[in-house]
């Protein structure tokens, strides 16, 4: 098969919701691995700063980040902060976990600008629900960006499509004299 004819040895990464979880909780990512397993779904991990700060600057698409707040280093709310001021990962769910949740934390956590601020159980179930509702959200604004381009059907005819370049509905797209 000619090069470009093989099929792109990314092309399953290309197609999947994929979360970074940056921390070093073991349980928390067995619970994520096997809660949204591949090809559907990448969970990435790293346990430090340097590496997270690496993936978060990176083109690489995510469609959720998960901090945990006893990382390594104690970098969470900062990376937060970095995802935040990342014109490329501007929407992109921010969600911080820890061992327990106080009031403090949350403040914490929504000045940094986490979208959520989950604990962490011993079914780590709550996590699991939020990541869940992370991919949702972004299924549905990926299906609604792609609904948005390419072409539209005419609302006259139905049968005939415009396509959508910035070219006015008046101007001749088709070869027919528009009245």
Known sequence: MPAHDQPSGNRSSELSLRALYVGSDVDVLV??????????YQIVSCPDRGSATVFLKSD???HAFLFDIQMRDGAALDLVRL??????RQGTANIVVAEEVTDELRRLA?????????????DV????????RAFSTATVESEMEQSMSGTVSR??????TLPMDGRGVGEDTTGLTVQ
């Not at 619970?31 to 559907?40: D, I, Q």
């Open 110 to 122: 929504d000045s940094a600008g986490a979208d959520q601020c989950i604990e962490k159980t011993n």
């Open 31 to 40: 619970a994520l691995r096997t809660s949204f397993k591949r090809p559907e």
């Open 125 to 132: 179930l709550g996590i699991i629900e939020a990541l869940a």
């Open 60 to 62: 690489i698409p995510y």
């Open 155 to 160: 609302p006259d005819t139905g049968d005939r």
């Open 83 to 88: 995802t935040n001021s990342l014109a490329h």
